[in-house]
């Protein structure tokens, strides 16, 4: 691996160029990606005391739902050194990978291959939770206020960075239905998000009865696996979803190219009613479930009918939970309403897996101080340029850039692994001002929308009625 220049060294309270907030995929892409511009003095802060990806859906066999061409970097510099397929050198896996011809890497060894990028790259702060951010106009710098926090995640010591540009990185947190809210910290009955599933597998495999909620990824990961470890015959499982169908994800080609920069640019130029009506139609594209995990599912199903019998496992969908109570000390009852029948009834079961999905962490505490200059859209959210800036009063030269929080303004990529790459060389182009990172014009063979002619109102649900032509088609 060629030596990188190392950036000067930096002045204790010389402001930096850049902070990144979190620590997750995206922020380690970022970083990844500026190490080698030497010019851009950066530093990351992360709460937790190292990498930890999902540490709670590190099942065995579990894969990414995207190529192992979407690492950090490659899609935006394919020769750079922290690339996976150079991990798997540095780990003398490259011969092992190529034969084992699998495109989709397992989730533990992407985890593995971020550690990896992220115990080897400088300015990464681990253990650092950032609790505030405000613009100085003084001296027109960003203020970001962290607290050290030590291996068990106490409080340590309180520090202040100064920085010309920041990039918020938080993700996304654990998303737990009101409903269900009153369940989750009772003790008793173990009530979890499956984002903790592995840490409670144990206590779930041995419960009389067990009740997985949600059909995405990860409900069907959890219904699996438990369906995989539970005895013939004595399944004991009620999989449970809102959706209207076990449905797969979207996975087509044409489809997936709502996962490239050109969807993301067409999507940002919609107008916003627009872009929130198509956010919620596209649900298949990122909420549904991978279809070899269907399969997989079906096979473990059909094979335990092989000596008779049909496994214990009730697989419902289009039910809403409505309340949940707690019934003695030891078993949880769930009201249950059939969105299609209107039919109403109870189930009670010995333990609950939510997967009930994430959603964007809340920008609105660590932005707080920014609020004077923060501009927002019709529904109170930020408003994010096409350059992933948040849009702020023109007295604030300074920059904050998002990652994984435009959802409402990018559409249905912002979550996704594969445009990681690109985003970050977006925002690294637009920090420096140059194109360190010279990016595709064309990345799909769908072209998402008319190059217009004319501008009409974009119409809602109205049939349009062609006039023929020339020969009546
Ligand atoms: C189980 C699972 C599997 C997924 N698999 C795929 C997949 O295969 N393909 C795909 O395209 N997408 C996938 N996704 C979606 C998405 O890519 C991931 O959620 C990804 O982790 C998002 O990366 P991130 O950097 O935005 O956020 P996160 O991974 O959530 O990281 C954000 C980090 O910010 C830190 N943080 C938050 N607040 C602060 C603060 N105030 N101070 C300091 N640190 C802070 C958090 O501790 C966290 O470590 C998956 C999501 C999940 C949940």
């Known amino acids: 691996m060629s030596p990188t220049p190392l950036p000067p060294p930096h002045e204790?309270?010389?402001p930096r160029d850049l902070v990144g907030i979190g620590i997750g995929p995206f922020n380690l892409s970022l970083a990844a990606l500026a190490h080698p511009l030497p010019e851009l003095d950066s530093v990351f802060y992360e709460q937790r005391p190292g990498f930890d990806w999902h540490p709670g859906l590190l099942i065995d066999g579990a894969t990414l739902q995207v190529p192992f061409?979407?690492?950090?970097?490659?899609?935006?510099?394919?020769?750079?050194?922290?690339?996976f397929l150079n991990y798997l050198k540095d780990r003398d896996r490259l011969f092992p990978f190529y034969f084992a011809e699998r495109f989709h890497m397992q989730r533990a060894e992407y985890d593995a291959y971020c550690r990896w990028v992220a115990g080897r790259l400088p300015g990464l702060h681990f253990g650092h939770q950032v609790d505030a951010v405000r613009w100085n106009p003084e001296r027109t710098l960003f203020e970001v206020d962290f607290t050290q926090l030590d291996s068990e995640g106490e409080a340590e010591a309180l520090g202040r960075t100064y920085t010309r540009n920041i990039?918020?990185?938080?993700g996304t947190a654990p998303h737990?239905?009101?409903?269900?809210?009153?369940?989750?910290?009772?003790?008793?009955?173990?009530?979890?998000?499956a984002a903790d599933y592995l840490a409670h597998r144990e206590r779930f495999l041995t419960a009389e009865h067990i009740t997985v909620i949600g059909a995405g990824q990860s409900g069907a990961e959890v219904f699996l696996d438990l369906l995989r470890n539970r005895p013939a015959g004595r399944e004991k499982i009620h999989w449970l979803a809102r959706t209207e169908a076990f449905?797969?994800?979207?996975?087509?080609?044409?489809?997936?190219?709502?996962?490239?920069?050109?969807?993301?640019?067409?999507?940002?130029?919609?107008?916003?009613?627009?872009?929130?009506?198509?956010?919620?139609?596209?649900?298949?594209?990122?909420?549904?479930?991978?279809?070899?995990?269907?399969?997989?599912?079906?096979?473990?199903l059909y094979r335990r009918t092989l000596h008779g019998g049909w496994p214990d496992a009730v697989l419902t969908p289009a039910v809403t939970v409505r309340t949940a109570?707690?019934?003695?000390?030891?078993?949880v009852e769930l009201h249950l309403e059939h969105g299609q029948q209107g039919a109403r009834t109870r189930l009670t079961t010995d333990a609950v897996v939510l997967a009930t999905g994430y959603r964007e962490r809340p920008l609105g505490q660590i932005l707080a101080g920014l609020d004077p200059y923060l501009r927002r859209d019709s529904a109170e959210r930020p408003r994010i340029d096409d350059q992933f800036r948040l849009a702020l009063d023109p007295s604030v030269p300074g920059r904050v850039y998002v990652q994984n929080a435009e959802l409402h303004t990018h559409g249905v990529g912002a979550?996704?692994?594969?445009?990681?790459?690109?985003?970050?060389a977006t925002i690294l182009n637009s920090l420096t001002g140059k194109d360190p990172y010279p990016l595709p014009r064309r990345t799909a063979f769908t072209t998402f929308g008319l190059e217009p002619q004319s501008q009409v109102p974009p119409a809602r649900h109205t049939v349009q009625t062609l006039t023929p032509l020339v020969d009546g088609r």
């Not at 990039?167 to 938080?170: A, E, Q, R, S």
């Not at 990122?286 to 995990?293: C, E, S, W």
């Not at 109570?325 to 078993?331: E, F, I, P, Q, Y």
């Open 12 to 14: 204790p309270d010389a």
């Open 69 to 83: 061409l979407a690492d950090l970097v490659t899609l935006a510099d394919p020769a750079s050194p922290w690339s």
């Open 167 to 170: 990039v918020l990185g938080v």
């Open 176 to 193: 737990i239905p009101e409903p269900l809210k009153p369940l989750v910290d009772a003790p008793g009955v173990p009530v979890i998000h």
């Open 247 to 300: 449905a797969p994800m979207e996975y087509s080609k044409l489809g997936l190219e709502h996962f490239t920069p050109d969807y993301t640019r067409y999507f940002h130029a919609l107008t916003e009613p627009v872009r929130d009506r198509l956010v919620a139609a596209q649900w298949q594209l990122h909420k549904g479930i991978d279809a070899d995990t269907i399969a997989a599912i079906h096979d473990e």
């Open 325 to 331: 109570g707690r019934v003695a000390t030891t078993k």
């Open 415 to 424: 979550p996704d692994l594969g445009l990681a790459a690109w985003r970050s």
